[in-house]
């Protein structure tokens, strides 16, 4: 465009016909107008048409790399969708992502690289939840499957659990249907058979009600498969009846091989082996027919067991060595091994049996049985077996049993010197008990008795001393009186502890009478908190509070009625002795030169006490704090 313009300008500039200027002029300027409205509106166009050849391109290498899938180039199909799915990343275009990460998940799980295969179905359910909770149903089922390939069956049975929800939710019966199936035949592998049984019969629903019959014969042969595990062989054998005529309504040879062989084996374990060759030599038939090879050992490893069981050692042989190298499956191999170790017992081959026994014990995990062993070794030395492995199996047998009465011997020899110990133990303590028990019952008759002769000894001192007329004879009295009576309170007491209410309730109680102080219209009042406190501290205030009580009565009411207050306080770890009269005043000034002034002195320094004197209206009041430690 540009260059006709070009051309145009340089005819006008050659042309001398003044009109003909005008018109390469004009036509010049159209021109470039024209080109510079295509430049402006090419701007545009790029963007879209760059948008639309990369969808195209995004289109072709998809369906390029599912061409190449289904030829069985998984390593071509991953590039081609790899590449793809960048180009969809650039659109933004989240489902086709979804579905191409799916694809590249699926090519990985049918070339076994499970982890790489787990990576992209979790990114594919990622992109997915960006979209629509349904379609993420699929990436469930496909992990599952991939667990299930695993032999995570667990995981696996959760993974599909999950889908069942989601289902439950927003799909219709058939999507429900195939998670309930999938779920059964995980539960019936673990062995799980009434969970198994449950999940099956909810699929057998679902696919009933959208009358689907392929897949109605299919949960009817697995439900008979539930039954078996549930010793339910009559049950099962309905439920495989029912599933044949349903495959042979529609004529599908390839699950018809299926129920034919579940029949032949229950028949087989109901012992009716007429009807078990019948069912498992036509499943055999199928099952060459379709060129299942995997599928046709199951088959086989029967019909083995069943000749097993009629004794016909060729057909046994035949079976057994059907196709060995087909045995990818371990469920297959163990149950060929089982056959196998059996037919060699049954032969008397005790070492072809061993072989076959050590091989199954070792791929099963499991411990040989004992008798079982025992038989064969009998068999292997009729046979003139290796001397060396009879004896190594032997001397373990042996070894075994010796250690195992060992191990009894020294566990009955050891209750029994623990029982003789804990007898002897016990008899020793009751019999300590009741000496100590007549122990105590001794003393306390002496104390007893030793209380009531001290009792008498000081009442017998105070009358003597009473007759010859000793000036202090009260004080002597409180002090015999106190000393009695904590005596008194010790026994019946515990760890030296005395309980001063009752104490000095009971002291200046006696002391009330022995001074006569109702005869003389004197009052005594006593409030004493309810504390334990150790003998030494309880004598001496004890006896503080008997010698004012007695100086109030020999001397602050002569001839005059009155009342006497006795406070004690207890305030944390300190008592507070709190003594009023209303007799006649306190002197003045206390002298120590009495005896019984004396000891109260003596006793609040041995106390770590002083003594507070003052009156209040009417009253006198003495006071001291004591400190119990």
């Not at 060929?336 to 791929?363: D, I, T």
């Not at 068999?379 to 250690?403: C, G, P, W």
């Not at 005596?487 to 515990?494: F, H, K, P, V």
């Not at 009155?562 to 003594?579: A, M, R, T």
Request: proline residues 1%.
């Amino acid at each position: 465009m540009l260059y006709d313009v070009i051309k145009k300008l340089r005819v006008f500039y050659h042309t001398r016909n003044q009109y003909q200027k005008l018109f390469f002029l004009g036509n010049g300027l159209a021109s470039i107008l024209i080109t510079i409205f295509l430049i402006a509106c090419q701007e545009e166009r790029p963007l879209v048409s760059s948008k639309s050849k990369e969808l195209k391109l995004a289109d072709s290498l998809y369906a390029t790399g599912k061409h190449a899938a289904k030829n069985g180039a998984y390593d071509q199909a991953v590039s081609k969708m790899q590449v793809a799915y960048h180009y969809y990343q650039d659109l933004d275009s989240v489902r086709q992502m979804a579905n191409t990460i799916s694809n590249i998940g699926l090519y990985f799980y049918y070339q076994g690289n499970y982890d790489s295969a787990e990576n992209y179905y979790r990114h594919a359910m990622h992109l997915d939840s960006l979209l629509d909770e349904n379609r993420l149903i699929a990436r469930l089922k496909n992990l599952g499957i991939l667990e299930k390939k695993r032999g995570h069956y667990f995981k696996a049975i959760r993974i599909y659990r999950h889908a069942l929800e989601l289902a439950n939710k927003h799909q219709d019966g058939d999507e429900k249907a195939s998670i309930n199936y999938a779920i059964g035949n995980l539960l019936n592998k673990q062995r799980r058979f009434n969970e198994a049984l449950d999940y099956h019969l909810k699929a057998f629903s679902y696919w009933t009600i959208a009358q689907d019959s392929s897949r109605i014969g299919r949960v009817l042969n697995n439900i008979g498969n539930d039954m078996v595990g549930l010793d339910r062989l009559d049950s099962a054998k309905q439920f495989f009846l029912k599933s044949l005529n349903i495959q042979l309504l529609l004529n599908n040879q390839f699950l018809l091989a299926a129920p034919l062989n579940n029949l032949g084996e229950t028949y087989l374990q109901l012992g009716q082996l007429d009807s078990a060759a019948h069912y498992l030599h036509r499943s055999e038939t199928l099952k060459q027919n379709i060129g299942n090879r995997p599928s046709l050992l199951i088959t086989t490893n029967n019909l083995a067991k069943l000749y097993l069981k009629r004794k016909e050692w060729d057909k046994v042989r035949y079976y057994l060595n059907f196709d060995t190298l087909a045995l990818i499956n371990q469920d297959q191999l163990l149950e060929n091994l089982s056959v196998r170790w059996r037919f060699h017992e049954s032969l008397g081959q005790a070492q072809q049996a061993l072989k076959y026994l050590k091989r199954w014990s070792q791929l099963e995990n499991r411990i040989f049985e004992k008798g079982r062993l025992a038989t064969l070794i009998e068999v292997a030395a009729t046979e003139k077996a290796d001397l060396n492995f009879q004896r190594q199996i032997s001397d373990q047998l042996v070894t075994i049993e010796r250690n195992r009465r060992t191990v009894q011997t020294i566990i009955l020899i050891g209750v029994a010197i623990i029982t003789l110990i804990l007898v002897y133990f016990l008899i020793q303590n009751r019999r300590k008990r009741r000496i100590i028990s007549k122990l105590n019952h001794e003393l306390q008759l002496l104390n007893r008795d030793m209380y009531h002769r001290k009792r008498n000894d000081y009442t017998r001192i105070l009358d003597l001393l009473e007759e010859a007329g000793f000036p202090a004879i009260d004080s002597i009295r409180n002090m015999l009186y106190a000393s009695s009576s904590l005596d008194e309170s010790l026994y019946a007491g515990t760890e030296g502890q005395i309980n001063l209410e009752s104490y000095l309730q009971m002291l200046l109680q006696d002391l009330q009478d022995t001074l006569q102080l109702s005869d003389k219209g004197v009052t005594l009042q006593v409030a004493v908190a309810s504390t334990n406190i150790g003998q030494e501290y309880a004598a001496k205030i004890a006896f503080i509070l008997c010698e004012l009580v007695t100086n109030s009565a020999k001397h602050g009411f002569i001839s005059t009625t009155g009342h006497v207050n006795i406070c004690i306080q207890k305030k944390d770890n300190s008592l507070l002795c709190i003594y009023k009269d209303d007799g006649k005043p306190f002197p003045e000034h206390l002298t120590n030169q009495g005896l019984g002034t004396g000891l109260i002195f003596g006793f609040l320094q041995s106390l770590g006490a002083k003594l507070y004197r003052s009156s209040e209206a009417s009253w006198n009041i003495a006071k001291f704090s004591v400190t119990l430690n």
